[in-house]
Every structure is written in structure tokens, then in C-alpha cells.
């Protein structure tokens, strides 16, 4: 089984377990085989006559993940609709969390911020934007920091006793 992933609506998208990338259109890729499955839902595979090409076509990552680890009669076509896109460019992206626990009130500081790959948090591009406000609510190490849990200004760190110690 080969994974193709098609990418004619998203150029520049890749995903680390395909064998191959394809900018080609859905229906010239498809004509490489005798029949092409629609494979989202799919909970076993179809039994194929011996020398049928058959290509399974799914759109939901999900699905992609679990008809991988399948024993399929022939090649997973991969073309990620519009919410996989974002499901991959999350998987992709580097996010903050708390590096430690942060006490409610606390201003926080560089050293209060972890990057992660995949997290569900602020982009961790914000880091700048997001050190020197106050933590609304105490936050556990390892927590994804997302903007409604900090202040909307940033709190003038040199100006603030215990700034970034976890006192208000």
C-alpha cells in the first residue's frame, strides 16, 4: 500500500507519512486505478478480485491515521478537507505553555513560558505579547496558556512588586 497524499488545494501541505506528495487533480490521480473507495468511514476493508487496482480515498485525518495502520488491497489516497488542513497545521504548529506552576495574579515572565509542538495554546510567536501580563486564573505546569486566561494590558514588570515571582 502506498499513502499519496493530494495536494491541488494546498500546495504547501505536507504530512510525515505519505509516501508520496501529488499537486496532481483527485481525478487524474484516480485514474490510475480501477476503482477509487470513499474511505472516511469505512470500518474494514473490501474484498477486491484478484488484479483490481483499488485506491481508498479519505479526507478526515483522522481516518487517514487509522486506514494506514490498515491491511488495505491497494493505495490510500489522502486529500484533507479544509477542517484536516487545520487539524495538520495544529499538529505542526509550536504553542505555549506554563513551564512551571503560576499562581493566579502572578505576572508572568520568560521563564514562566515552555514552547510545545501540537498544543492547543497561544502560538508561541505571541511569547513577546504575552510576558508581563497577569495570570487571571493559577495555572499548572504544562498548561496551555490561552489569551483568556491573562490580563489584556501587559503590567509594567519593573513597577510591579514580586513581578513574575507569583505575588500581586
Same mark, same amino acid.
Given at each position: 500500500?502506498?499513502?499519496?497524499?493530494?495536494?491541488a488545494?494546498?500546495?504547501d501541505?505536507?504530512?510525515?507519512?505519505?509516501?508520496?506528495?501529488?499537486?496532481?487533480?483527485?481525478?487524474?490521480?484516480a485514474?490510475?486505478?480501477?476503482?477509487?473507495?470513499?474511505?472516511?468511514?469505512?470500518?474494514?476493508?473490501?474484498?477486491?478480485a484478484?488484479?483490481?487496482?483499488?485506491?481508498?480515498?479519505?479526507?478526515?485525518?483522522?481516518a487517514f491515521?487509522?486506514?494506514?495502520?490498515?491491511?488495505?488491497g491497494?493505495?490510500?489516497?489522502?486529500?484533507?478537507?479544509?477542517?484536516?488542513r487545520?487539524?495538520?497545521?495544529r499538529?505542526?504548529?509550536?504553542?505555549?505553555v506554563?513551564?512551571?506552576?503560576?499562581?493566579?495574579?502572578?505576572?508572568?515572565?520568560?521563564?514562566?513560558l515552555?514552547?510545545?509542538?501540537?498544543?492547543?495554546?497561544?502560538?508561541?510567536?505571541?511569547?513577546?505579547?504575552?510576558?508581563?501580563?497577569?495570570?487571571?486564573y #493559577?495555572? #499548572?505546569?504544562?498548561?496551555p496558556?490561552?489569551?483568556?486566561?491573562?490580563?489584556?494590558?501587559?503590567?509594567?514588570?519593573?513597577?510591579?512588586?514580586?513581578?513574575?515571582?507569583?505575588? #500581586?
Amino acid at each position: 500500500m502506498r499513502r499519496i497524499l493530494l495536494t491541488a488545494d494546498a500546495p504547501d501541505l505536507t504530512v510525515e507519512t505519505v509516501d508520496e506528495a501529488t499537486s496532481a487533480p483527485l481525478v487524474e490521480v484516480a485514474a490510475r486505478y480501477h476503482v477509487v473507495i470513499p474511505a472516511d468511514h469505512l470500518s474494514e476493508p473490501p474484498m477486491l478480485a484478484d488484479g483490481v487496482r483499488a485506491a481508498f480515498l479519505c479526507t478526515d485525518l483522522d481516518a487517514f491515521d487509522r486506514l494506514r495502520r490498515l491491511a488495505l488491497g491497494g493505495d490510500l489516497l489522502f486529500k484533507p478537507s479544509p477542517v484536516a488542513r487545520l487539524d495538520l497545521l495544529r499538529r505542526g504548529r509550536r504553542t505555549l505553555v506554563a513551564a512551571r506552576a503560576v499562581a493566579a495574579g502572578a505576572n508572568l515572565d520568560r521563564a514562566d513560558l515552555a514552547e510545545v509542538i501540537g498544543g492547543a495554546g497561544i502560538g508561541a510567536e505571541h511569547g513577546p505579547a504575552v510576558v508581563g501580563r497577569r495570570a487571571l486564573y #493559577a495555572l #499548572a505546569e504544562g498548561t496551555p496558556v490561552d489569551f483568556g486566561m491573562i490580563s489584556e494590558d501587559p503590567v509594567d514588570v519593573a513597577d510591579a512588586p514580586g513581578a513574575g515571582r507569583g505575588e #500581586a
